[in-house]
Each structure stands twice: as structure tokens, then as C-alpha cells.
């Protein structure tokens, strides 16, 4: 089972980032998605989950109308577009998969919002 992220880095404020977990070893379909992240310091913490069509989403109130989460169950990809990026969202971003039990874990990309 692999959880691969990319699209982190640094951007300036209000500025915009795509990041995307591409998942494999698992049927990715039946899993439903989510994003974490943890800052320097602070505990992990939820940002956005869609269900295993993409029918359903939900965020955390931070990020609530800045993101969006998306899947492409064809490419096994899960995204989240990240706009009006602010500092207080540096933090190391997680894709997580689960479903039932079963929850798998990525490596994480780093997103630094600085100027």
C-alpha cells in the first residue's frame, strides 16, 4: 500500500497550491479520502474528507470555503486545491485512506505560506 503526495512548497500569501496523493496496493474506490495536517509543534489535524464517489465532502471550518478536495477513482488520485492561502496554513499535509478499520497513512508534503 502506498500514499505518494506532492504540490507542496512555498507560496506567498493569498497565493495557491494543487496538492495530490496518488494512491496504489489498495482498491481506491472503496476508501474514503481525507486530508490532515500537523503544524510545527501542534497535534494533527483534520482539513477535508470526500466519500468513495465523491459525492460527499466536508472540511474543517478553517479551510471551509479556501479548499476544495476532489478524487479521480480512474487515476486513484485525490487532490486538494488550496486557494487564498494564508501562514497559518504551513503545516506538513497528510493523505489518509480509510475504510472500516483499515486507514493508511502518507508521507506528508510540506506547504509553507510565507512572504
Known amino acids: 500500500v502506498q500514499l505518494v503526495e506532492s504540490g507542496g512548497g512555498l507560496v506567498q500569501p493569498g497565493g495557491s497550491l494543487r496538492l495530490s496523493c496518488a494512491a496504489s496496493?489498495?482498491?481506491?474506490?472503496?476508501?474514503?479520502m481525507s486530508w490532515y495536517r500537523q503544524a510545527p509543534g501542534k497535534e494533527r489535524e483534520f482539513v477535508a474528507v470526500?466519500?468513495?464517489?465523491?459525492?460527499?465532502?466536508y472540511y474543517a471550518d478553517s479551510v471551509k470555503g479556501r479548499f476544495t478536495i476532489s478524487r479521480d477513482n480512474a487515476k486513484n488520485t485525490v487532490y486538494l486545491q488550496m486557494n487564498s492561502l494564508k501562514p497559518e496554513d504551513t503545516a506538513v499535509y497528510y493523505c489518509?485512506?480509510?475504510?472500516?478499520?483499515?486507514?493508511?497513512w502518507g508521507q506528508g508534503t510540506q506547504v509553507t505560506v510565507s512572504s
Open positions: 496496493g489498495f482498491t481506491f474506490s472503496s476508501y474514503v
Open positions: 470526500i466519500s468513495w464517489i465523491g459525492g460527499s465532502t
Open positions: 489518509n485512506a480509510t475504510r472500516n478499520t483499515l486507514t493508511y
